[in-house]
């Protein structure tokens, strides 16, 4: 089953040109994944409906980092914040990783 990887920023402008950094470096590495970016106000209504194997949230958001994984932990997924590095130079390889990280 292809696992998925949801992303949040402020509005999800920004984390949707990571998803097609991510996409790039996971085709490049043989490996598939379901990868899509939502504004940070749709994150509890995505877990809902698409119940997404991990979330990566925009530095930029970190301060919304508790509510948003109180509402992932109702729902056992794994919430992290994106390294800013890795966010700020768009390195779909570390985010990845860093989402491979969360799923186990």
Known sequence: MTKKILLSC??????????NKMKEAAKAEGKEYEIKAVAAAQVEDIIEKDAPDCILIGPQIKYMEDQLKAD?????????AIEMQDYGTMNGKNVIAQAERLLG
Request: hydrophobic content about 40%; proline content about 5%.
């Open 10 to 19: 402020a509005g999800g402008f920004s984390t949707s040109l990571l998803v």
């Open 72 to 80: 992932a932990n109702k729902h056992d997924i794994p919430l992290e």
